[in-house]
């Protein structure tokens, strides 16, 4: 059972290029996540979606697109990649339970911009 | 979301019960409270998540005071496996819309 699975796991990219991280979850959850994770900190959420064709921004949703097509997929976009979106990556896909999201996340991907 | 305040870190014996505190004190009726957990270099895990009752799963154990100003996450016998950053996080309604993290309780367990 695959999960939550993120690509590419490590990435540089130059300042100004823009990039797409992958996401993709086989479990048919309705709900999915994007957040990042700077060094010594929480995460914050970037953007979410409770369903196919419905998306919204979380706390730090500047210079991030996201698009929700599938039930299966969420694909974060970097538009133009500053140093500032130097980070740690988690996708993360969730269900009800008890009146509650229970959420699963990805491994990660770690994101360099120079 | 109503704020959590945890100890930066807390430090225990293998094989002895762990108790993680949580102070919640500006709750609502309807926030739920959660326990996740992040192992270096890795996603967050669920741990467990409650309303008003106690909660047991095959994790832990999660003691949710009477008034529900605070909660405590137990761990029955930590192992070295059990060494994370436990974050315990509250959500207006489901969580639907994501969570909020702080920066959790450092676990450190001595073998």
């Known amino acids: 059972n695959a999960g939550v699975t993120q690509t590419p796991k490590f990435q540089v990219l130059k300042t100004g290029q823009s990039m797409t991280l992958q996401c993709a979850q086989d479990?048919?959850?309705?709900?999915m996540s994007w957040y990042r994770q700077d060094p010594g900190m929480g995460l914050r959420l970037i953007h979410y979606?409770?369903?196919?064709?419905?998306?919204d921004q979380g706390e730090v949703p500047n210079g991030y697109n996201v698009s929700r097509s599938t039930t299966e997929d969420f694909p974060l976009r970097l538009l133009s990649a500053a140093p500032s979106q130097t980070s740690v990556y988690f996708c993360?896909?969730?269900?009800?339970?008890?009146?509650?999201?229970?959420?699963?996340f990805g491994e990660g991907s770690w994101l360099t911009v120079v | 979301d109503a704020k959590t305040t945890q100890p930066n870190s807390m430090e225990s014996n293998e094989e002895e019960p762990v108790h993680l505190p949580c102070n919640h004190s500006?709750?609502?009726?309807?926030?739920?409270i959660h326990w996740y957990r992040q192992l270096p270099s890795q996603g967050p895990e669920y741990v467990i998540h409650?309303?008003?009752s106690n909660v047991n799963n095959r994790m832990a154990s999660l003691a949710i005071a009477e008034d529900r100003k605070s909660s405590t996450l137990i761990l029955h016998r930590a192992t070295l496996r059990d060494a994370a950053v436990y974050y315990c996080?509250?959500?207006?309604?489901?969580?639907?819309?994501?969570?909020?993290f702080g920066k959790g309780t450092h676990l450190i367990i001595q073998p």
């Open positions: 409650g309303l008003t």
């Open positions: 479990m048919n959850h309705e709900y």
């Open positions: 979606s409770v369903g196919a064709g419905i998306t």
């Open positions: 993360a896909s969730s269900y009800r339970d008890r009146g509650a999201n229970t959420i699963y």
């Open positions: 996080i509250l959500t207006r309604g489901g969580g639907a819309d994501g969570l909020t």
């Open positions: 500006t709750i609502s009726g309807t926030d739920y």
